[in-house]
């Protein structure tokens, strides 16, 4: 069974800086690429980031390019988005999502593509 | 960057109604699109994949349509559990897009 498992949120001060964990398990995490999706209260979804399967390609929506890092450590199963800068705005339900597999001709991008989400976890920036 | 339109924002409908969803791209897609429903504490979930594929495990009143610009959900007789959020999702390119979002509610 394919899980997500996020941690890490909680209350931050502005300007404060936080490092958010994705563990995965249950299919060949090296093999695809992963991204994080982010909900503010009450407001619809944001994709936030992607990381290619081998981490050596990474992509960020504009709102949050130059303070947020997304990594991953595949010995470890696990995704980082490390978010630096913090700002109220980033204040919101991050989620990481299961992204294309490492072969898009054996598996075309669209099958494997955000089919499986974490819980999500919660990032409160305040003072 | 790729703009999503979705339409209508909110929905009231009764159960057995059969509704309507439509996302409109800025630009062609292809049918690299998705669709997603959440329910309030839920993490979406996927329902259609590659704009007209039903994921394993959905039902089959719920299906996809479109390609390039213009995509329709639809879901033929409506269920008390389909009373949900719904958005749409292009990964054609970076950054990935979602509509506003449609909130399905009882009429």
């Known amino acids: 069974e394919v899980q997500l498992l996020e941690s890490g949120g909680g209350l931050v001060q502005p300007g404060g800086y936080l490092r958010l964990s994705c563990a995965a398990s249950g299919f060949t995490f090296s093999s695809y690429a992963m991204s994080w999706v982010r909900q503010a209260p009450g407001k619809g979804l944001e994709w936030v980031s992607s990381i290619t399967y081998s981490g050596d390609t990474t992509y960020y929506a504009d709102s949050v390019k130059g303070r947020f890092t997304i990594s991953r450590d595949n010995s470890k199963k696990t995704l980082y988005l490390q978010m630096n800068s913090l700002r109220a705005e980033d204040t919101a339900i991050y989620y990481c999502?299961?992204?294309?597999?490492?072969?898009?001709?054996?598996?075309?991008?669209?099958?494997?593509?955000?089919?499986?989400w974490g819980q999500g976890t919660l990032v409160t920036v305040s003072s | 960057d790729i703009q999503m339109t979705q339409s209508p924002s909110s929905l009231s409908a009764s159960v057995g109604d059969r509704v309507t969803i439509t996302c409109r791209a800025s630009?062609?897609?292809?049918?690299?699109l998705g669709w997603y429903q959440q329910k309030p504490g839920n993490a979406p979930k996927r329902l259609i994949y590659a704009a007209s594929s039903l994921q394993s495990g959905v039902p089959s009143r719920f299906s996809g349509s479109g390609s390039g610009t213009e995509f329709t959900l639809t879901i033929s007789s409506l269920q008390p559990e389909d009373f949900a959020t719904y958005y749409c999702l292009q990964h054609n390119s970076y950054p990935y897009t979602f509509g506003q979002g449609t909130k399905l509610e009882i009429k």
């Open positions: 999502a299961r992204d294309r597999y490492r072969n898009i001709v054996l598996v075309p991008a669209a099958t494997t593509l955000f089919d499986y």
């Open positions: 630009q062609g897609i292809r049918n690299d």
